[in-house]
């Protein structure tokens, strides 16, 4: 069964490293995503805005710092603006999960949209609180324990908060 593992990295350059090493370890880029506010201000983007890796380059660069080239490599990225979260920049799966919470204003904002992806609610609440307080949200895709093993193995050598693990619902 797919699952996915999970961790919230403090800063920008925490989160470079984790997912260059991802990158190392031969994760697809198609199979990583990151959730990060967007402190550049992006408040007039309410839905997905980019799709595509070059496009996604010009989004990226709204990230700032370090995270722009890392941003750059993974398959999708937008900008997205979430009722009660605000402004995040999402790559990967992720954005196309969270992209319908962004365009309906959905109930339960970025927590029902992590939900749907299989995240506990528990644990999606505790995520989405702390992306609103500036932190970034890292996930892989992993098809067996194996590469669990490794994403985890990754994430604890970052020294990445509240790594964790659940059943993937298909976006």
Not at 15 to 28: C, H, R
């Amino acid at each position: 069964m797919a699952k996915a593992v999970f961790c919230i990295a403090k800063s920008e350059e925490q989160a470079t490293n984790i997912v260059n090493q991802l990158k190392e370890a031969g994760f697809s880029n198609d199979d990583v995503s990151v959730l990060l506010p967007d402190r550049a201000g992006s408040r007039d983007f309410a839905h997905e805005h980019h799709t595509k890796a070059p496009e996604g380059a010009a989004t990226g660069a709204i990230a700032g710092g370090v995270m722009a080239g890392v941003l750059g490599w993974l398959v999708g990225i937008g900008s997205l603006a979430i009722p009660g979260v605000g402004p995040l920049i999402a790559a990967g799966p992720i954005l196309a999960a969270l992209s319908g919470a962004a365009a309906g204003g959905a109930v339960g904002g970025l927590a029902g949209g992590l939900v749907g992806l299989g995240i506990p609610e528990y644990e999606a609440k505790q995520f989405e609180g702390k992306v609103k307080n500036g932190n970034i949200l890292i996930s892989v895709h992993t098809e067996d324990s194996k590469e669990r093993s490794v994403a985890k193995q990754i994430f604890d050598d970052a020294h990445a908060d509240d790594i964790s693990y659940s059943g993937e619902a298909r976006v």
